[in-house]
């Protein structure tokens, strides 16, 4: 496994193995990894010659220096797991190899980042969109993969894919869970044992509110009784519970107005901030 924390040999090795005929694959992450990353690297690694693992805690998608600052750094154990799994190569560079100067260009996204994370965390997309471009334009793969716990940020990288002409596939990979039904997350590292105990409610609570959904209650109700069932946690809040048409992110009042409806919720646990979702049919 090759590690590198520059930009110019990465190139340099990623162009000499182009030249033999190789693919490359991409997984952006920000460490503190977990198999929910390892899952997205061994899709990659069964579509690509060569795959690239990029560990950056990027600071412009941070809307809270407490978070920034909080965020788990595990290096050392990322590339032991990393290793495990055969990962080819990983890019950790330090955020002055990314950011030399401040940054300055902003992306908008219409709809797509005004709503549920974009709502609640102003400039957090445009920050993702900034280092995801940088990452593409650095390794230029043929393949990237993102896990669909994150899925607006799928959608709206989707969006920039398409509109920025990037030559390359992006796949969204299934969300691992915990055996409770958690959903995997660097930040859950951060929960005390009781509270990590009570993280389940959220997924509990997607699974009620999708057989309710199916069942014909309305969106409303289910909000309602989403609320219920969270907030009957101590120390868990819910932030939003929303059912959004999964392409382009309009938040729905009927979940007829869809084929592809999803479930979109966040809240915190403490102080740490969790999000899951769940498409309905
Ligand atoms: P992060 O390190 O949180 O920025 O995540 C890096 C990538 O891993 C993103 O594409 C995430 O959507 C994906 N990811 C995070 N958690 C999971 C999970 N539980 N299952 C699958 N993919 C995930």
Redesign the pocket.
């Given at each position: 496994m090759e590690i590198f924390k520059h930009i110019a040999p990465l190139k340099a090795f990623l162009q000499s193995k182009k030249q033999q005929g190789n693919s490359i694959g991409l997984v952006?992450?920000?460490?503190a990894l977990h198999n929910?990353?390892l899952?997205?690297i061994k899709a990659s690694k069964l579509q690509n010659d060569v795959t690239v693992c990029s560990i950056f805690v990027n600071p412009t998608q941070f809307n809270n220096a407490g978070d920034l600052n909080n965020y788990p750094r595990t290096l050392d154990k990322d590339i032991a797991a990393l290793e495990k799994v055969e990962c080819d190569v990983i890019f950790s560079p330090e955020v002055s190899e990314i950011y030399p100067q401040p940054a300055s260009i902003k992306f908008d996204f219409g709809q797509l980042d005004k709503v549920m994370e974009g709502k609640f965390r102003p400039g957090h997309f445009s920050g993702v969109a900034l280092v995801v471009s940088k990452f593409f334009n650095i390794v230029e793969p043929d393949h990237a993969y993102?896990?669909?716990?994150?899925w607006q940020?799928f959608a709206i990288i989707r969006q920039m894919v398409d509109e920025l002409k990037f030559n390359l596939v992006l796949h969204s990979?299934p969300?691992?869970r915990e055996s409770d039904g958690l959903?995997?997350?660097?930040r859950n590292l951060r929960l005390s044992a009781e509270q990590r105990a009570h993280a389940t409610v959220f997924h509990q609570a997607l699974l009620t509110a999708r057989q309710e959904l199916i069942k014909g209650t309305a969106i409303e109700t289910v909000k309602n009784k989403v609320k219920e069932i969270v907030e009957k946690k101590p120390e868990v809040k819910l932030e939003y519970i929303e059912v959004a048409d999964s392409k382009n992110l309009n938040l729905l009042e009927n979940v007829t107005a869809s084929d592809q409806p999803i479930l979109c919720i966040a809240g915190y646990v403490g102080e740490i901030r969790l999000i899951d979702n769940m498409f309905i049919h």
């Amino acid at each position: 496994m090759e590690i590198f924390k520059h930009i110019a040999p990465l190139k340099a090795f990623l162009q000499s193995k182009k030249q033999q005929g190789n693919s490359i694959g991409l997984v952006p992450t920000m460490g503190a990894l977990h198999n929910g990353h390892l899952s997205l690297i061994k899709a990659s690694k069964l579509q690509n010659d060569v795959t690239v693992c990029s560990i950056f805690v990027n600071p412009t998608q941070f809307n809270n220096a407490g978070d920034l600052n909080n965020y788990p750094r595990t290096l050392d154990k990322d590339i032991a797991a990393l290793e495990k799994v055969e990962c080819d190569v990983i890019f950790s560079p330090e955020v002055s190899e990314i950011y030399p100067q401040p940054a300055s260009i902003k992306f908008d996204f219409g709809q797509l980042d005004k709503v549920m994370e974009g709502k609640f965390r102003p400039g957090h997309f445009s920050g993702v969109a900034l280092v995801v471009s940088k990452f593409f334009n650095i390794v230029e793969p043929d393949h990237a993969y993102f896990g669909q716990k994150d899925w607006q940020q799928f959608a709206i990288i989707r969006q920039m894919v398409d509109e920025l002409k990037f030559n390359l596939v992006l796949h969204s990979e299934p969300t691992s869970r915990e055996s409770d039904g958690l959903a995997m997350s660097s930040r859950n590292l951060r929960l005390s044992a009781e509270q990590r105990a009570h993280a389940t409610v959220f997924h509990q609570a997607l699974l009620t509110a999708r057989q309710e959904l199916i069942k014909g209650t309305a969106i409303e109700t289910v909000k309602n009784k989403v609320k219920e069932i969270v907030e009957k946690k101590p120390e868990v809040k819910l932030e939003y519970i929303e059912v959004a048409d999964s392409k382009n992110l309009n938040l729905l009042e009927n979940v007829t107005a869809s084929d592809q409806p999803i479930l979109c919720i966040a809240g915190y646990v403490g102080e740490i901030r969790l999000i899951d979702n769940m498409f309905i049919h």
